[in-house]
């Protein structure tokens, strides 16, 4: 008689198993068709459960402990084998445990983007990822609709089951939650929706014995030039005026402009915007504000009564930028800058620029600021 003839013909008397893996849901009790010893031991572990099948037919599922194996412990069983009370013989059986504890490391993602209506910015399409954790709650069920006869099911063969269950789902659940929510809040809504999954998919798996009791969405993503388009609204909520925004981007403009004197765009907006943009931005700031005309007075008609009836507008006035200790001020009218020479911020050596200058220059290198010195006594001597 061979090694394996002597091994196939031993009677089975302990069933156990021990699990050395992280991924093992079902696994079948090797039998090498030995029969199992009548009386023998079954040893259920904690987050396991035994599930005996006989001839393809579930028959009785036992939950951890010890079990001896007789008659009155295999109601089933007993019913299925046609055995009469105190059987005592030898039987044949398939042996299946179930780990029930919880399943961690499982990861979900949407390959193409969900589309959902918001309120705010119309039609959005959301990509989304997270984990999730399942467990076995009917290994009956189970071993039934999904593992079958495999003698070692493991989470890769359910996973991609489970993911499209979740994706099928996640369409429903961010719909209706941006129907209620915007979608810049549903980030700070993660939570009530992981659960509310949860719940909907521990229902719809019920049937076939498994639970989600964790669902968790790590991230929740909008198309790229969504985040522009926020981005872009968050910076103008910074600014608030809209008119005070369109000002700073112009001032912006201008200074790009004179750091690059060479460029036609430096000389474009030097001679064109650069005096209406400083023109705003001191009528805004309230530097170089012109005074309000007095109502003209209606002239009595005379032989020129078809002309115009008061002089035309006054020329705009040049506004010039100083750079002091490394900052910008500015800008000012002639008035402002009589000012600045006055309290002794603008020197003969404070550089000073104005639209349509080719860089920063000293303002006693500048003709019409240097004549605004020579009533000007110079400074004190250190003492």
């Not at 009785?60 to 412990?73: A, E, I, K, M, S």
């Not at 954790?133 to 989470?155: K, N």
């Not at 750091?259 to 931005?281: D, F």
């Not at 003709?367 to 009533?375: S, V």
Request: hydrophobic share 40%; net charge negative.
């Amino acid at each position: 008689m061979g090694l394996f003839d002597a091994i196939r013909n031993e009677l089975i008397d302990i069933i156990e198993w021990l699990d050395d893996s992280r991924d093992t849901i079902v696994w079948r009790f090797p039998r090498h068709d030995n029969e199992i010893k009548m009386g023998a031991k079954l040893i259920v572990r904690e987050s396991q459960v035994a599930v005996f099948v006989n001839e393809g037919n579930i028959a009785d599922v036992y939950p951890p402990g010890t079990h001896t194996l007789v008659t009155r412990n295999m109601p089933v069983l007993s019913t299925l084998k046609g055995w009469k009370y105190g059987f005592d013989s030898p039987f044949k059986a398939e042996v299946y445990f179930v780990s029930t504890r919880q399943f961690t490391d499982m990861k979900w993602g949407t390959q193409n983007p969900v589309i959902v209506r918001d309120s705010e910015f119309g039609m959005v399409r959301l990509r989304a990822f997270g984990g999730y954790a399942a467990r076995v709650v009917d290994a009956a069920s189970l071993i039934r609709e999904l593992a079958g006869t495999d003698p070692q099911f493991r989470t890769e063969e359910v996973e991609e089951y489970l993911r499209q269950m979740i994706v099928g789902r996640l369409g429903s659940a961010l719909g209706t939650a941006a129907a209620d929510i915007p979608v810049i809040d549903l980030a700070a809504n993660q939570h009530i929706i992981g659960e509310r999954l949860a719940n909907v998919l521990s229902s719809d798996l019920a049937d076939v014995g498994i639970h989600i009791p964790r669902f968790i969405i790590e991230n929740i993503s909008l198309p790229p030039e969504v985040e522009k388009a926020i981005d872009k609204r968050s910076q103008m909520g910074i600014v608030g005026d809209m008119g005070q925004y369109s000002r700073f981007q112009a001032a912006n403009a201008i200074e790009d402009a004179a750091r690059n004197p060479g460029g036609g765009a430096g000389e474009g907006l030097g001679l064109g915007m650069g005096i209406a943009a400083g023109q705003q931005m001191a009528a805004g700031f309230g530097v170089g504000a012109q005074q309000p005309q007095q109502p003209q007075q209606s002239a009595p008609p005379g032989p020129h009564a078809g002309g115009p009836a008061g002089p035309p507008p006054l020329p705009p006035q040049e506004q010039w930028y100083l750079g002091v200790n490394g900052q910008q001020l500015g800008p000012f009218d002639q008035t402002g800058i009589s000012a600045q020479i006055g309290n002794g911020t603008l020197t003969r050596t404070t550089l000073v620029w104005k639209a349509g200058m080719d860089q920063w220059t000293p303002a006693q290198q500048v003709p019409e600021l240097a004549r605004l010195f020579d009533g000007t006594p110079p400074p004190l001597p250190p003492q």
